[in-house]
């Protein structure tokens, strides 16, 4: 019994032998908060990090050196069977030659039978989408999800991870994709699809893509600024905006705004940059706002959202960013009124459109880096061949050969055909630079 329920029964006695009751204090009734009608339901548990970094030495292994060195991360919750072939493509191997037949590409050469993985890298598809099962893709260094398309006559439960198998080898009715482009591209056939899967994305969860704009109805009081061109809110950082669209008294609301990126910031989750706030780990960004979505896709990378500049560079915060524009609306591309910073892993900042999209989180797999292959015959399944260095060659052969003994003639390091290492091949500065770059990456020294 706690210390104020002993001195509450005490009290009791004394209360109903006077006639005037004792004043006692008033406590707070704790109320449990509606907590399904505000956040749609409790934020899921944290995925654990169950990835096993396997060593096969030590008892029951042979002691042989093809195992010796070998470091393997291995992750159960991956799928253990073949993946969904309608959304793959075979192989076919050149072995680095071009058409005509010579060697273009040096070291290539071999490997196991592949089949590519069709992964769609502009979730221009919205709607509630399940993840089925997570899987190994050889073709890259992440891992990649399997998702379904919910229809709207289908169960509202999420898919549970035993039926994931099951599942996937059943065929939709419903054709892939709500364009034509994507029908073309054939990246999603019958509502199923493979996305890059981010850091704690498990069987059973749920992805959605927001690159069209925010449905009406997914947030009380959110109006998308495209969708009411009558409306033209008086906070708006550019003054004179045309369809701007937001209702004052609701959409620019810093509750509604909320709101919404609690609905939304969840991994896998794509959204325009200027609806992610600053300080969030991005993957997978467009460079345009119809365009595919190109950087931060190796194991483990990642991006951040530095901050929000409005059309005259001012920064901007809170529910100003409502009205940076430059997505696709139902008319087309809308007019774009301000920039987003973005800090890539390499210390470089890059100025993108408020419409160009990211997907949330961070790529899975990122002890990609901390394997060790241990053997050369693995380098060979791969499809590496070994490399012959330069200085062992013919002078007709590459830069570096010919001569007597292991001399490479007085020549600066260079590769086969002739170019310089070292020099830089492109600055922000030149005519035909990269002008999305703010602040180049460090280099040299300053890299420490």
Same mark, same amino acid.
């Given at each position: $019994?706690?210390?104020?329920?002993r001195?509450?029964?005490?009290?009791r006695?004394?209360?109903?032998s006077s006639s005037?009751a004792?004043?006692?204090r008033a406590?707070?009734?704790? %109320?449990q908060?509606?907590v399904? +009608?505000l956040f749609?339901g409790?934020p899921?548990p944290k995925?654990k990090?169950e990835?096993? $970094?396997?060593?096969?030495t030590?008892?029951g292994?042979?002691?042989?050196? !093809?195992?010796?060195? /070998?470091?393997?991360?291995?992750h159960?919750?991956?799928?253990?069977?073949?993946p969904?072939r309608?959304?793959?493509?075979?192989?076919r191997r050149a072995g680095g030659r071009?058409?005509?037949g010579r060697?273009?590409?040096?070291g290539?050469?071999?490997?196991h039978?592949q089949r590519l993985?069709?992964?769609?890298?502009?979730r221009?598809e919205?709607?509630?989408h399940d993840v089925v099962?997570i899987e190994y893709?050889p073709g890259r260094?992440?891992h990649?999800a399997?998702?379904?398309?919910?229809g709207a006559?289908?169960?509202a439960a999420? %898919?549970?991870v035993?039926e994931?198998?099951?599942?996937?080898?059943?065929?939709?009715?419903?054709r892939?994709?709500?364009?034509?482009?994507?029908?073309?591209?054939n990246?999603?056939k &019958?509502g199923?699809?493979?996305?890059?899967?981010p850091e704690?994305?498990?069987?059973?969860? #749920?992805v959605?893509?927001y690159?069209?704009?925010?449905?009406?109805?997914?947030?009380?009081?959110w109006?998308s600024?495209?969708?009411?061109?009558?409306? #033209?809110?008086?906070?708006?950082p550019?003054?004179?905006?045309e !369809?701007? @669209?937001v209702?004052?008294?609701?959409s +620019?609301s +810093?509750?509604? =705004? @909320?709101?919404l990126r609690?609905?939304t910031l969840?991994?896998?989750n794509?959204?325009?940059?200027?609806?992610?706030?600053? @300080?969030?780990s /991005?993957?997978a960004?467009s460079?345009?706002p119809?365009?595919? $979505?190109?950087?931060c896709?190796a194991?483990?990378?990642?991006a951040q959202v530095?901050a929000?500049?409005?059309?005259?560079?001012?920064a =901007?915060?809170?529910?100003d #960013? =409502?009205? $940076?524009g430059?997505g696709?609306g139902p008319?087309g591309?809308?007019?774009?009124?301000g920039?987003?910073l973005?800090?890539?892993q390499?210390?470089e900042?890059?100025?993108l459109?408020p &419409?160009c999209?990211?997907a949330?989180?961070?790529?899975?797999n990122?002890?990609h880096q901390?394997r060790?292959?241990?053997k050369a !015959?693995r380098?060979?399944w791969?499809g590496k061949?070994?490399k #012959?260095?330069g200085v062992?060659m013919n002078?007709?052969?590459?830069?570096?050969? @010919?001569?007597?003994g292991?001399?490479?003639g007085?020549?600066?390091?260079?590769?086969a055909q002739g170019?310089?290492k070292g020099v830089?091949?492109r600055?922000p500065?030149?005519?035909?630079?990269?002008k999305q770059? /703010?602040?180049?990456?460090?280099?040299?020294?300053a890299?420490?």
């Amino acid at each position: $019994m706690s210390a104020l329920a002993r001195s509450l029964q005490r009290l009791r006695p004394a209360a109903a032998s006077s006639s005037r009751a004792p004043l006692l204090r008033a406590y707070a009734t704790q %109320v449990q908060a509606d907590v399904d +009608t505000l956040f749609a339901g409790p934020p899921p548990p944290k995925a654990k990090n169950e990835v096993v $970094m396997k060593r096969y030495t030590g008892k029951g292994f042979p002691n042989i050196p !093809g195992l010796r060195h /070998v470091v393997h991360p291995h992750h159960p919750h991956l799928h253990p069977s073949s993946p969904l072939r309608a959304l793959t493509l075979p192989l076919r191997r050149a072995g680095g030659r071009n058409a005509s037949g010579r060697v273009v590409n040096r070291g290539v050469g071999g490997g196991h039978k592949q089949r590519l993985r069709i992964v769609d890298f502009h979730r221009l598809e919205d709607g509630v989408h399940d993840v089925v099962r997570i899987e190994y893709d050889p073709g890259r260094s992440a891992h990649i999800a399997l998702i379904h398309r919910r229809g709207a006559g289908a169960a509202a439960a999420a %898919v549970a991870v035993d039926e994931g198998a099951r599942l996937a080898e059943l065929e939709s009715d419903e054709r892939g994709g709500t364009t034509e482009k994507r029908i073309r591209r054939n990246e999603v056939k &019958g509502g199923w699809s493979y996305i890059l899967a981010p850091e704690g994305l498990r069987a059973g969860d #749920v992805v959605r893509s927001y690159r069209s704009g925010i449905p009406t109805g997914l947030v009380e009081g959110w109006v998308s600024p495209s969708s009411s061109p009558s409306s #033209v809110s008086a906070s708006s950082p550019a003054g004179d905006v045309e !369809g701007a @669209g937001v209702d004052p008294a609701a959409s +620019t609301s +810093t509750r509604a =705004l @909320g709101l919404l990126r609690t609905l939304t910031l969840k991994p896998g989750n794509v959204l325009p940059l200027s609806l992610i706030p600053p @300080g969030t780990s /991005v993957h997978a960004l467009s460079l345009t706002p119809g365009g595919r $979505m190109q950087l931060c896709r190796a194991a483990g990378t990642f991006a951040q959202v530095v901050a929000h500049h409005g059309p005259r560079g001012e920064a =901007l915060g809170g529910a100003d #960013v =409502l009205h $940076m524009g430059g997505g696709l609306g139902p008319g087309g591309r809308e007019r774009k009124r301000g920039s987003v910073l973005v800090k890539l892993q390499s210390g470089e900042v890059r100025r993108l459109e408020p &419409g160009c999209v990211a997907a949330v989180g961070v790529v899975s797999n990122k002890e990609h880096q901390q394997r060790q292959i241990g053997k050369a !015959g693995r380098s060979r399944w791969l499809g590496k061949r070994p490399k #012959v260095r330069g200085v062992a060659m013919n002078a007709c052969d590459h830069p570096h050969g @010919g001569g007597r003994g292991k001399s490479k003639g007085n020549k600066h390091p260079r590769s086969a055909q002739g170019v310089l290492k070292g020099v830089r091949t492109r600055r922000p500065k030149d005519k035909d630079g990269n002008k999305q770059v /703010v602040s180049q990456r460090p280099r040299g020294k300053a890299r420490n």
